[in-house]
């Protein structure tokens, strides 16, 4: 009888070790285990064990930025469906919608959230920005403007920027696929 009451104590001890599932964890596991992904997006989880961080990749193949490959880091905090991930584009980039801080303006991010949206929505989202900027809803103001005022200068000015040059005053990093 001591016997068995020892064993149970073990195993309750052992199931206190482990670290319990969240509910975040159980939604963004269902989440990642739907996603459709084109071959232009591929994610990369730096510690598998860690669900609630991981990395996309964004790599167009079609628009003004086609040719180019594009790092956002997601955040997915405890309360995941009912925040949405928080998502920083990693290196800055001249874009209307992403400021150079790497915060992106993407309405479903911020007040079109809703639970029922998934990652696959938010990484379709993302991908979108690089086939259709939007110069209405910007946090690059300059970039925007430059958009709406003169389209041909904002493609010349993506180029320059996606080989590593200088927009004005700011120096962006090469963001072509490195051979």
Known sequence: MIKIWSMKKNEDAAAKKKPKTSAAQIRVQKDLTELDLPS???????????????????TPDDGMYKGGEFLFTF????????????????????HPNLDLEGNVCLNILREDWKPVLNLNAVMVGLQYLFLEPNADDPLNK??????RENRSRFAQNVRTSMRGGYVGDEVYADVRPKA
């Open 40 to 58: 232009t997006m591929k994610t990369n989880f730096p510690n598998p064990e860690d669900l609630l961080n991981f990395e996309l990749t964004i």
């Open 75 to 94: 955040t997915i905090n405890s309360n995941y469906p009912h925040d949405p991930p928080k998502v920083k584009c990693v290196p800055k980039i001249y």
């Open 142 to 147: 300059e970039a925007a403007k430059d958009l």
